[in-house]
């Protein structure tokens, strides 16, 4: 299926959300699983799991495209969201986070960012403007 390391991954998010997360065709805002890509995990939804800080796992999944953590209690944007450099999609919507770091800059594949209703206080002048690929920042 795929890989002992990203098998371990999701062990490890599972026993932290304490339920087992399935496989899913389409990460949308409600979701609440893993996408499969070449047998690697490409996408990751954890909606609506009142998390207030991430499980480190996650940022050991290097081929993730999409992370969708909507309706949690976030209040930083870790800045090791940062080294998943593969990551086209980023929605942390409805969350308490105050600023974003600026090394979001290292996401250059990054084409969507949703960071609406949070508590923004702060946002890097230059976010976005290092790629090409962003094409919407939703950020009220």
Do not use: V, W
Request: include cysteine; hydrophobic fraction near 40%.
């Amino acid at each position: 299926m795929f890989s002992s390391e990203e098998n371990l991954i999701l062990k490890d998010i599972n026993n932290y959300i304490n339920r087992p997360l399935n496989q899913i065709k389409q990460i949308k805002h409600a979701t609440i699983g893993y996408l499969l890509d070449d047998q690697q995990i490409t996408g990751l939804g954890l909606y609506n799991q009142n998390f207030t800080h991430l499980p480190d796992s996650i940022f050991s999944l290097k081929k993730l495209k999409i992370l969708g953590l909507c309706d949690n209690k976030l209040a930083l944007f870790h800045e090791d969201i940062c080294k998943l450099t593969n990551l086209e999609i980023l929605i942390l919507r409805n969350n308490h986070i105050k600023t974003i770091p600026k090394s979001i800059e290292k996401l250059t594949k990054l084409k969507y960012l949703d960071i609406q209703n949070n508590q923004l206080q702060e946002i890097p002048n230059k976010i976005g403007f290092n790629t090409s690929a962003l094409k919407a920042i939703k950020l009220t």
